[in-house]
């Protein structure tokens, strides 16, 4: 993706901050096992996408990281994904 690419893609997803070349989003829970349904919940709506997150399971918040690793780079998959966990959690 272009510069431009990222940025236009960037305006369509919420609360994720832009990395070099990875896209990343802090979601906060009131339960610690909030987070862990959350995070069953990603890892189904990635296994449908093929496309995985890097996930950082901490007390009462979970961090997603998107990249994709088989290019090295942001791509639209990255921005696809953003957008259906911003609805899963929502
Ligand atoms: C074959 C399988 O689809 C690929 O290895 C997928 C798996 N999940 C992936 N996830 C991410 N984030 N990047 C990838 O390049 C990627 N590749």
């Known amino acids: 993706m272009t510069e431009q690419q ?3 893609a960037l305006s369509s997803i919420t609360g994720w901050v832009r990395e070099d070349q990875t896209i990343a989003k802090v979601f906060h829970f009131p339960t610690y096992m909030d987070g862990i349904k959350f995070v069953q919940k990603v890892a189904e709506e990635a296994e449908k996408q093929h496309h995985h997150p890097d996930i950082l399971i901490e007390y009462r ?6 990249t994709t690793h088989d290019e ?19």
């Open 6 to 8: 990222i940025q236009q």
């Open 61 to 66: 918040q979970v961090t997603l990281r998107l």
């Open 72 to 90: 090295g780079s942001l791509t639209e998959k990255d921005f696809h994904l953003a957008r259906r966990l911003d609805i899963l959690v929502s």
